[in-house]
């Protein structure tokens, strides 16, 4: 008995003198975490340490070969990561926002039309449509942008046209005046001549000139204002995230941004809108179950199963983190490792995975992106991987 109480102190001994040596590896790109960022984290007894990596590929590949533990992934990264690394990782957690933390999705997106239409997609021949915008910052990427249009307007690919006018012709052909304001494609004189070529589609913005192309605001990635062009313009289709629907029809949804227990103030009448759906139906704007284009999973803390590595840290994080949630400052490797998590949103949350963990396939199937052929790649990500047409 005597024997086996030694013997047991001194492997518990052992174990905790050999856990406080273990140190994390988490992924940081340059833009996550500068050098001295990374430096931070190092810092006193901290168990995490930065590896630098390219970009959310990389970071892939190093958890697949073992050189780093876990990085954070937003879901078009964990879609394409999932290709090749799905068997040797689990998602430990999500980056919620703090105010939306029992949400199941990062943002749905959603189609509205005038109450007329009936759901067939070619009723939209020749209607004015009413684009949030592209803008670099927003958080709705080129994927989530064009997934709308892609279905309802499906365009070939050539080898011998750049992709963007090929997209961009079928658009304006498709479609009557409509506004889709920010850049097309990041070349400002290709940009510009784009707009000159393809006008209707910026001709309903507030200022359609082709170097403008833009709502009042001038601020792309504006549901608010896509919204009021559908409204107030008299046009037919718009394509934004629910919550933006739910706070400017006054309703209140599970989406909408308000907390409140009162219903947002309408700006305009629910009744003379539904909701047009992927299957080509429509839905009341106030239906409980909206269906939705594109639903986001929150951004995922993704960690490689080899040697329960993946289960001892989701139980280290919230040990290491909760405290720091919610303080802006601070300089201990915690709040440093919060911040990479966080990756520059200051307004999210980490939470926790329930276990059983799931697997990158179960955590972007639930956002059930749709796997549209595409023939160019959708952001600087995906140029790694090119989904062939
Ligand atoms: C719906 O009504 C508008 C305006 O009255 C009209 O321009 C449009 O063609 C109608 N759409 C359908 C699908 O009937
Ligand atoms: C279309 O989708 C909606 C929402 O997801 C669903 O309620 C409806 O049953 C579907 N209809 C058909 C015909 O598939
Ligand atoms: C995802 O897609 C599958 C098959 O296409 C469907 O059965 C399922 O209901 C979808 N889930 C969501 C959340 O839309």
Redo the contacts with the bound molecule.
């Keep these: 008995m005597y024997s086996q109480t030694v013997c047991c102190v001194f492997l518990w001994t052992l174990l905790i003198g050999y856990s406080q040596q273990i140190t994390y590896k988490i992924c940081a790109t340059e833009k996550v975490a500068s050098t001295h960022t990374c430096q931070l984290l190092q810092k006193g007894n901290s168990q995490v340490e930065c590896v630098r990596v390219l970009d959310s590929v990389d970071c892939a590949l190093k958890l697949a070969s073992g050189d780093v533990d876990f990085g954070v992934f937003n879901a078009e990264e964990a879609l394409v990561a999932s290709r090749f690394i799905n068997e040797d990782v689990v998602i430990i957690g999500q980056t919620r926002h703090r105010t939306r933390l029992s949400e199941p999705f990062a943002f749905q997106s959603v189609a509205v039309v005038r109450k007329n239409f009936t759901g067939e997609f070619d009723e939209l021949r020749g209607k004015k449509y009413c684009h949030p915008g592209f803008n670099t910052n927003q958080y709705w990427t080129d994927r989530v942008l064009k997934e709308f249009e892609r279905r309802v307007v499906p365009h070939g690919c050539t080898s011998w046209v750049p992709q963007v006018r090929v997209e961009m012709f079928a658009l304006s052909e498709f479609f009557g005046d409509s506004c889709r304001p920010g850049p097309w494609t990041p070349e400002q004189n290709f940009d510009e001549k784009l707009k000159k070529d393809y006008a209707s589609m910026c001709r309903l913005c507030d200022n359609p000139h082709p170097t403008v192309c833009s709502y009042n605001s001038q601020d792309f990635g504006s549901h608010q204002e896509a919204l009021d062009c559908l409204t107030q313009k008299d046009a037919d289709v718009t394509y934004v995230a629910l919550n933006y629907v739910h706070d400017y029809f006054g309703l209140k949804g599970s989406g909408g941004l308000h907390k409140s227990e009162e219903a947002p103030k309408a700006s305009a009448f629910p009744g003379d809108y539904k909701f047009l759906c992927p299957n080509k139906t429509v839905q009341p704007l106030d239906t409980d179950q909206p269906c ?1 284009w594109i ?1 986001q999973p929150w951004n995922a803390v993704i960690a490689r199963k080899t040697n329960n590595i993946a289960s001892t840290l989701r139980d280290l994080l919230p040990q290491w983190l909760p405290e720091i949630q919610f303080r802006k400052e601070g300089v201990n490797w915690q709040s440093i490792l919060y911040r990479v998590i966080q990756r520059q949103d200051r307004d999210l949350t980490y939470v926790p995975a329930q276990a059983p963990l799931n697997t990158l396939v179960e955590y972007v ?4 992106s749709s796997k549209f052929c595409t023939c160019s790649s959708f952001d600087e990500f995906f140029k790694h991987f090119i989904l062939a047409c």
Aim: aromatic residues 0%.
């Design positions: 939705a639903r199937g639930k956002g059930n």
